[in-house]
């Protein structure tokens, strides 16, 4: 398919539309956002004329059969990706899914299924892939910075936030049957695909996991052992439960000839260490996250180029993550 003009309608508009990816998608040469929808009619409302969107919704498939739309941004909890992604694609319009792709790796099969079926592209969030500071990364693994791969170790540690405590009214993303887990299900798919972007897929995989706290039904520490395509292999482990001064968000990639270390969510500066040399690259990314993805993905949506951070890229990470958590 080749569109002149991509004409975005959002179902969601919660945070991470506000900065992250929601003003990319008017900002990109080609690319508009025409309509909006939430579950509650006055939170459209106020967003749509928050962002100048001249069209809201309380009802998705109201959004999804308008005719002004031709491609649909599913930024909800990921227990709905799969049913309004295929509902998207079977009514002819393309899909751009928040991540994780779905809350299980069946889901993501299903849809999957339905854009071969329907040639309708879908595309996922994992817009790390196309960040100035991962690319940085790539580039110094490609180059062969640090000599031959040897092993992946991610580790990452944080306190439970205020909401955790809330037993009544609990956040989404540590309820299972709306996230698909808790919050390795929300975090660790970043980490996932970006170490499978630079280093290949992961064949195998194994975890445990624990609710060390008590505050939610959800695992809040997660370990877990994989390995890559190419025999490599790595480790993880997550702990969501930490005392706040337990901060850790690090990934190292261990060579023969040096270390590679850097993070996912703070981008504290890069560093390599060899036996000659320690260096630091602190390297920008723009204030919209989302930005260099969503130019991709609005490009070939044109007919203008390619983009490979697509469905079936993305159910990688799904299968991964539901191995580790032992749901497969």
């Given at each position: 398919?080749?569109?002149?003009?991509?004409?975005?309608?959002?179902?969601?508009?919660?945070?991470?539309?506000?900065?992250?990816?929601?003003?990319?998608?008017?900002?990109?040469?080609?690319?508009?956002?025409?309509?909006?929808?939430?579950?509650?009619?006055?939170?459209?409302?106020?967003?749509?004329?928050?962002?100048?969107?001249?069209?809201?919704?309380?009802?998705?498939?109201?959004?999804?059969?308008?005719?002004?739309?031709?491609?649909?941004?599913?930024?909800?909890?990921?227990?709905?990706?799969?049913?309004?992604?295929?509902?998207?694609?079977?009514?002819?319009?393309?899909?751009?899914?928040?991540?994780?792709?779905?809350?299980?790796?069946?889901?993501?099969?299903?849809?999957?299924?339905?854009?071969?079926?329907?040639?309708?592209?879908?595309?996922?969030?994992?817009?790390?892939?196309?960040?100035?500071?991962?690319?940085?990364?790539?580039?110094?693994?490609?180059?062969?910075?640090?000599?031959?791969?040897?092993?992946?170790?991610?580790?990452?540690?944080?306190?439970?936030?205020?909401?955790?405590?809330n037993k009544e009214n609990l956040?989404?993303?540590?309820?299972?049957?709306?996230?698909?887990?808790?919050?390795?299900?929300?975090?660790?798919?970043?980490?996932?695909?970006?170490?499978?972007?630079?280093?290949?897929?992961?064949?195998?995989?194994?975890?445990?996991?624990?609710?060390?706290?008590?505050?939610?039904?959800?695992?809040?520490?997660?370990?877990?052992?994989?390995?890559?395509?190419?025999?490599?292999?790595?480790?993880?482990?997550?702990?969501?439960?930490?005392?706040?001064?337990?901060?850790?968000?690090?990934?190292?990639?261990?060579?023969?000839?040096?270390?590679?270390?850097?993070?996912?969510?703070?981008?504290?500066?890069?560093?390599?260490?060899?036996?000659?040399?320690?260096?630091?690259?602190?390297?920008?990314?723009?204030?919209?996250?989302?930005?260099?993805?969503?130019?991709?993905?609005?490009?070939?949506?044109?007919?203008k180029s390619e983009c490979n951070?697509?469905?079936?890229?993305?159910?990688?990470?799904?299968?991964?993550?539901?191995?580790?958590?032992?749901?497969?």
């Amino acid at each position: 398919m080749k569109l002149e003009t991509v004409k975005w309608g959002f179902i969601g508009c919660g945070k991470v539309t506000e900065k992250k990816s929601g003003p990319a998608f008017s900002k990109v040469e080609g690319s508009t956002v025409v309509a909006v929808t939430s579950r509650h009619a006055e939170n459209a409302k106020q967003y749509a004329l928050k962002h100048n969107i001249p069209k809201w919704y309380s009802d998705p498939v109201e959004l999804i059969n308008d005719p002004d739309v031709n491609a649909i941004y599913i930024a909800t909890p990921p227990s709905s990706h799969a049913t309004y992604a295929i509902m998207a694609m079977k009514a002819g319009k393309p899909v751009y899914i928040e991540k994780p792709m779905a809350n299980s790796y069946e889901e993501c099969t299903r849809i999957n299924t339905v854009s071969i079926e329907t040639g309708m592209p879908c595309f996922v969030a994992y817009y790390r892939r196309y960040l100035p500071y991962f690319i940085k990364v790539k580039e110094l693994i490609d180059s062969g910075a640090i000599g031959d791969v040897m092993n992946v170790q991610i580790r990452f540690a944080q306190q439970p936030s205020d909401l955790d405590y809330n037993k009544e009214n609990l956040p989404w993303r540590v309820q299972p049957d709306i996230s698909g887990g808790g919050y390795f299900y929300d975090l660790a798919p970043h980490q996932l695909d970006i170490i499978q972007h630079i280093l290949g897929p992961i064949l195998n995989a194994e975890g445990f996991k624990n609710n060390r706290s008590g505050l939610y039904k959800a695992e809040d520490t997660v370990s877990a052992c994989f390995q890559f395509e190419s025999g490599l292999v790595g480790s993880g482990s997550w702990c969501f439960a930490s005392y706040h001064s337990a901060k850790e968000d690090s990934i190292e990639i261990i060579g023969n000839k040096g270390i590679l270390k850097f993070s996912t969510f703070t981008f504290e500066p890069i560093e390599l260490q060899t036996a000659d040399q320690f260096e630091r690259f602190a390297i920008e990314n723009p204030s919209h996250v989302q930005m260099g993805l969503i130019k991709r993905v609005v490009e070939y949506l044109q007919g203008k180029s390619e983009c490979n951070c697509d469905g079936l890229s993305a159910t990688t990470t799904n299968w991964v993550m539901d191995r580790i958590l032992n749901k497969r």
